[in-house]
């Protein structure tokens, strides 16, 4: 990789295209041509090639591409090859549910703690693992390591206790608040809004069908009903 | 809007907008100029204004913009003033945390119904709506009409689900599964692919952090522990 600055964009597909190399693997798929990634993946076939001589090319084309070799490469670039610690903070729906989520670990990403606020929380355990109390932070941070700390709390809290844990050490953020976080530049800040997402949503279904007349739209007189 | 083409990147921002404009309101703030939105939003003001110069500039700029008005305005075009019936496709953790969730009720986004496979959970009820199972989706959603589905299913089933909603009549897929759903071009997916955004935030600490050597970044002492 060297030095070349990569755009944001390509970095925002890696995880996708490892995902699809992921998939194929299992499937004991061996070989791949760009042409063939392009038609699942539906990007093309030139995005595809313009996208990995990023990072080299990642082997020949007239071959196509070891999928193995593509897979085990994208994931080192994108820092899979390290366990990161994650805790969560926020207990509540969301925040159990990432908790119950298993698949980021075999990922890499092994949660070691999930902390909140409400006292009849305290000491409930989610797989084995227990909910603390967010007083216990400073300590648990410098003893265990946090390189990722999830926030999953309303987001009046989010923001303060995002500059905490910045404060303790923690240099990664999955946050789920509805709300930015306001952080030193070195913060690494991963959005998730819910509620952005949706809004993106109602804008394209509202602009794309309930705008038009009902005439233009057959599946209008399905919604209405 | 007339019928000019506005880009996606304008289109992406407006939830943030909206959501800013929404906690000044709160605050009772009555007018604000592009470059204390800006200073707010970590954007240039010279963004913002080219941004809603899309949508006729909303106001003057000498007088900055009213908060309150921009913040319906901006409401109608992302279609907030209609109401959207959304069902939840796997009621499993992350399904339950959706169904949960009452923030998104107040922006027009209603809870008609739950879905899931597994029988020990027909019949139980989150905010008073049952679980239902999924051989009862065509007649629902023939019956209620149904806007958007949040797909929370594995992702083995989810292309499949998805697939079978479109052909009912469905076309907003709010997506949460591990993978891309297949649907044919007037279906609206918005995408909440947790595990990419995962591994973007360990590209970024891996890059920033990890890659660097000690003495470069006393953080890692902190990490390493």
Redesign the interface.
């Known amino acids: 990789m060297g030095d070349k600055e990569i755009s944001s964009a390509v ?2 597909r ?3 295209y ?2 699809y190399l992921g998939e194929l693997r299992e499937q004991g798929v061996v070989r791949i041509s760009s042409q063939e990634l392009s038609e699942q ?2 990007v093309t076939a030139s995005q595809i090639r313009q996208d990995f001589n990023n990072f080299g090319g990642f082997g020949q084309q007239g071959y196509g591409y070891n999928v193995e070799y593509l897979y085990e490469e994208i994931g080192k ?4 090859t ?1 366990k ?1 610690r994650m805790i969560i903070v926020g207990a ?3 925040g ?3 908790a ?2 298993t ?2 670990e075999s ?3 092994i949660l070691k703690g999930i902390f909140d606020i409400n006292p009849k929380l305290d000491q409930m355990t989610i797989r084995g693992i227990p909910i603390q109390m967010t007083e216990k932070l400073p300590e648990f941070i ?4 946090v ?2 700390a999830g926030i999953t709390t309303p987001s009046e809290a989010a923001r303060e206790i995002a500059t905490q844990l910045y404060q303790y ?1 923690v ?4 946050n789920f608040a ?3 976080l306001h952080l030193p530049e ?1 913060a ?1 800040v ?1 959005n ?19 705008h038009k007349k009902l005439d233009e739209n057959p ?1 209008l007189e ?4």
């Open positions: 970095i925002g890696l995880p996708r490892y995902r993946m539906k670039i994108l820092g899979l390290k990161y509540g729906h969301l159990q549910a990432l119950n989520h698949g980021f990922r890499g990403f410098k003893e265990q390591g390189d990722i050490g240099r990664g953020f999955w509805n709300t930015d070195d690494v991963e998730m809004h819910l509620a952005e997402s949706l809004m993106r949503l109602s804008y394209s279904l509202y602009n794309n069908f309930y599946f399905v919604m209405k009903k």
